[in-house]
């Protein structure tokens, strides 16, 4: 079972557990530093409202088993709460504004870049941080010249082969895989008894998705009664470990490679047409 600041994660590679001046004696050419941000939220009544974090923060501690001893990759305390506001409407629920947020990924980017590192990945385990995201991560690198990086764990592991049809296109809260990992994380907070299943209603629509061709905003008392979009009646705790360790293989490669990339390299000289 998961147990928190315990483990190679922790022990081993978490950056502040480190000295100034371990900090600052450390190379810092292939360094790569992760940031886990996630989100206290509502989950329906059968998960904890800290499932987003507690799923990133499980996430990375099997991952960084996985990693080589000499590996210059380190983590951050986790960000545990995220942009929530679609949530707001269920009780436990607790979100930062876009600006806060945004905020405080730019801070702490910046203290990164005044300590010498080069590298930063957001490890993002709640969606509605990744719009967020997507914009502060040019931010950053505009600002600081850091190299910035961002990842969910949906994609970097497959799970298409574990899961509905409906499931992959309409569970994106509280579903199947949520509650199946959080039973494999810490099965003591799942509520088995109050699992349900509960899907948007909008397979009818051609072009119109909650995530996918044409999106339309929404809050979560707009698509669901219940706090959940998919079915977590299907969860198990072995499908939980499956994801966990497919999660964890992907990831770790994914590391030791973005740990060595350097976006000078991309950029290759024009070609001129022929005379």
Partial sequence: MFQRY?????EERLLTRLSSREVGDMPKDDALVVLPLGAVEQHGPHLPVMTDALIGEGVLTRTMERLPPDSNI???PPVSYGKSNEHLDFPGTISLSAATLHGILCDIAFSLHKSGFRRLLLFNTHGGNADLFNVAAREIRLSTGLMVFYVSPGSVGAVSDLISEEEREFGIHGGDV??????????????????AAEMPDVARYR????????????????ISESGIAGDATRA???????????????L????????????????KKAALSPQ
């Fill in 6 to 10: 315990e483990g190679t994660a922790w």
């Fill in 74 to 76: 380190w983590l951050l």
């Fill in 178 to 195: 949520e509650t199946s990992l959080v039973m494999a994380i810490k099965p003591n907070w799942v509520h088995d008894e109050l699992r």
């Fill in 207 to 222: 072009y119109l998705t909650l995530e996918g061709k044409i999106r339309f905003a929404w809050v979560m008392s707009d």
């Fill in 236 to 250: 198990t705790a072995e499908k939980g470990e499956l994801i966990l360790d497919r999660i964890a293989d992907a």
């Fill in 252 to 267: 770790s490669e994914a590391l030791l490679e973005i740990r060595m990339f350097d976006i000078s390299a991309v950029k």
